[in-house]
Structures are given as C-alpha cells and as structure tokens.
C-alpha cells in the first residue's frame, strides 16, 4: 500500500500535529503500507518525514520516497530511501509543484491531509484526492 501526505506550509501546535502522525503512519504500516511518498517543503512535510523515519526504526522494511518537482533544485536527500523525478519536463515551473502532487496521489492508495483552509496548493491537492475517490486520512481541526 502506497501512502502520500499533503499539508500547508506551516503547522500550528507541531507535538500534537506529530504525535497524530506518528499514529497514522503506524496505523497505516500495519494495515499494510509500505511505501511513503513525500514532497520535502514545509512544516508539514518535514514533519511527515520524520514520522516515517521513526517508523522506519519498528518497521525497517518500509520505504520512504521523495518525489522531486524540479531537476535543478537541491533537495536534501540524505534522510529518504529514494528519490522520484516524475515526468514534469514539459510542465511550467510554476505549476511543477502541483503537477508533483497530482502525480503522488495518483500513485497513492491513501492520502494524509493537514489541511485547513480552502485556498492553497494543500486545498487543492486534498480536491484533486477527493476526485480520485483516494481513502483520505485528515487530522482533526479544532
């Protein structure tokens, strides 16, 4: 099982936000996921990292995957299993972010949103999920 995450930029309340991560991601390695997908920008993302990589310390076998926008970008890569470039040559730079979303939920069986406002690129990744018709893991806003 494939799982990808999408979530604003920044967080508020981070332990909680990670301690419910924690608990989804193991959740969901139970249930049979074995493949993370992550997109590497942002509070929520680095957040979601590293819930997989203190998974990745029980569960040794999952893999933890980061899915590239551009080509000419430094991405810090050291912390991920893999890297995935996904065919956005011919995308315009300022839609690569989106397009690179679309791509992960496309790959994914189930979708980790923080995601609480309706406007963003998180907004529109969540609708793109919803329209795919993805199993959609949200936290609870308060």
Excluded at 16 to 35: F, K, P, R, V, Y
Aim: glycine share 4%.
């Amino acid at each position: 099982m494939v799982v990808t995450f999408c979530g604003h930029r920044e967080v508020v309340n981070a332990p909680l936000l990670d301690a419910w991560l924690n608990e989804i991601a193991e959740t969901l390695i139970q249930e049979g996921a074995n493949c993370f997908y992550l997109g590497g920008y942002g509070q929520f993302d680095r957040a979601a990292a590293a819930a997989i990589r203190k998974q990745k310390e029980r569960y040794p076998q999952i893999r933890s995957v980061l899915v590239l926008p551009y080509l000419d970008a430094v991405f810090p890569t050291a912390d991920y299993d893999e890297t995935v470039y996904p065919p956005l040559e011919s995308v315009p730079k300022r839609y690569a972010i989106l397009r690179r979303n679309q791509y992960m939920v496309d790959k994914a069986d189930v979708v980790v949103a923080y995601v609480s406002r309706s406007f963003g690129g998180a907004y529109q990744t969540l609708q793109y999920a919803k329209r795919k018709r993805k199993r959609i893991v949200s936290y609870p806003l308060t």
